[in-house]
């Protein structure tokens, strides 16, 4: 009886049908539109829990009370890309639960990022997907468990339900209807998510709406999400223009710089008689080394590098201002490598090295300049090589070798820590200069003192506190003794060799689980400042040279062994002079005791400067190139 109840109830429900094509295809869409728009909605706001590291209270307000204009059309966009999952499968359940799936994905990565490098997933960061395996091993254990299992839960769900409504989705007249409703579906919501990915083209529409809610902060796209949302804020980091042209931008303009810091290279390099090609000249960007006991707030048990402090005493030293917190190895390295800062580039350009990997090769770089003077230039990093796209970066760079964790002949670790230690990558140094005949340029990133720290060294007597992790910080004064240990004896190494070496030592960033009151406490420039030593084998030169950018590196690096200078570093000389240290929102300028926030606050001759240096950076990226053809950068 029961059975034939069950017959007759789904013979009444399809015999109810609407028979009309049309009139289905619209109540098929509306349904698609209506359940969407719902699932669009929580994923929305699942977002912005994540991002608001799991605070309800603040993604509700900023849903129905503060920016319910900015979610809506974020929602929005993530009704397109329901829509597209919906007419690429078919079935309206498993879309929802892919978008659902997609977002909690994002939202965990955003999560993590924000909580330990104070800066949101961009864009770029899927760039990473192929060294997935590398990041869940620095995330947190428990989270990833937590994802994992809901994902699970939910493909379950899924699963049961298709299983049991199959009879009902193999009506196939149905389905023939509706192939034209897909199809038509697809095709628009591929278009529409194309001209979303075109964000920051010139009279994009969805721009344009959101520029008439949106609050964009160009210096801080931490701000830039929290104000606008994720998905505002993910959109904003879209295929980015290196560059806007500065207004001043000519032939005529660009020319008259380049004589004009052609003629003081000129100047400059009359008094330097020593060639460059003499000396070794090692780079040893050393990962998350910094001072702690600098930090207000964070106290430790003992000194973890006095080793370090001593030669620093005694040699050319100071400090950098680091562009990133917690994370951001990447944007640190390009600067150094380079020459180049970030600050004049465009504020959605968020990682050069993986958003515009092809301009490496015209930008100028320590490996270039070291190359057109004979030198041998290797690359050494002890980790693998898709991270940051490293690889072809190196390669367009135009390193001679990059050597990596599957290449390195020397990869010991220490107690638990995972990462190949920094006495391995100097000993891998040590034989790199021993296997070339020329003079080397080297240039390593360490991989030692990365997060996550817990558990590395089990039998580490120091003790933190004040943290908003104190064991996991006692762990990482312990890798920083350790590296401290490891960077004495290497550079005592060096000084028994015949060949005479420059070292340039410095720390990317500083780790990222202080949490919020020490942050607040020692304000901006101080979580972002890392020791600089400076060392010669040949001479001791005693130097405070006080907290300038990464890109002034070659300045002293020339200036110790006594070598000509390029044009671009004579203009990066008179640059420091007066701006030894910014980056967007921290301008240090030169005699002044506190930083600035913005360049209309800087001296007028600073601001002159910023301006050549605006030119001749926009003339590299999306210019004419004259700086390039002139042979701005070498010596010749």
Known sequence: MKRTSRWQWNQTRRSS???NPFRQAVIELSQTIISGFLVAVIANFLLQVFQNQFNVELAWLFMVEWHTGLFLLGTGVLLVIYIWFNALIGNRLIAGSLLIVLSMILGVITQQKMLFREEPMYPSDLSMITSLPSILKMMNGYLLVSLFSSVFVLSLGVFWFIKKNRKEKKRKVRQKQMNSLRIGLLVLSSLSLAYIYSFNHPGNIVKAAYDDHAYWIPYSQKMNYYNNGFVGGFLYNLNVRPMEKPDKYTTEKVDYVLKKYTKKAAEINKTRSKSIKDTNVI??????????TKL?????????MPLLRERMENQMSGEILSEGYGGGTANIEFEALTGLSLEPFSSNLSTPYTQIPSLMNDFPSAVSYFKEAGYSTTAIHPYNTSMYKRKQVYEQFGFDRFLDEETMAYNQTIANNPYISDDAAYQEIVKQLKATKETDFVHLVSMQNHMPYANFYPETTFTAKGTADDSEAANYFQGLTYSDESLDSFLTTLSEQEEESIVVFWGDHLPGFYGEEVVKANGRVAMHQTPLLIFSTEKEQKEAIGTISPIYFMNHVLSLANSPVSPYYAFLMALEASLPAFEKGTYLEAGKQEAKLDREDLSQATNHLLEEYDLLQYDLTMG?????????FSNE
Not at 283 to 291: L, P
Not at 624 to 632: E, T
């Open 296 to 304: 207000k707030g964070v106290e430790v048990s003992r000194d973890p």
């Open 17 to 19: 049908l609407p028979s």
């Open 624 to 632: 004419n190139k004259q700086s390039k053809k002139a042979h701005f």
């Open 283 to 292: 780079y040893v960007m050393s990962e998350s080394f910094s001072d702690p």
